[in-house]
């Protein structure tokens, strides 16, 4: 069966950086397209970033420039670079696929940004 884990979160102040990863399994990683969403506290689960198979990568408006998403066919990894970060970027961050018109999502990963 399909399984997606996060990792990489923590505790970063404001302007710092961290790289989440992750790790997929029971798929044909390569030919995928991979998300990444967050869900802060009582708001609703938002795409932050996609990237397809082929490499092509979008963002949300308030990521660009400082968020990167990026993937290993090799390592059936996908990441996500975030820098800059801002307190408005603390929230739970999963990684997610949408397979067969079935989405499947990792347990996430937590990311608080202190001001």
Known sequence: QVQ?????????QAGGSLRLSCAAS???FSINAMDWYRQAPGKQRDLVATIASDGTANYADSVKGRFSISRDNAKNTVYLQMN????????KYYCSLDLHFTRHW???TQVTVSS
């Open 84 to 91: 800059s970060l801002k307190p408005e970027d603390t929230a």
């Open 106 to 108: 990792g347990q996430g």
């Open 4 to 12: 997606l884990v996060e990792s990489g979160g923590g505790l970063v």
């Open 26 to 28: 029971g798929i044909i």
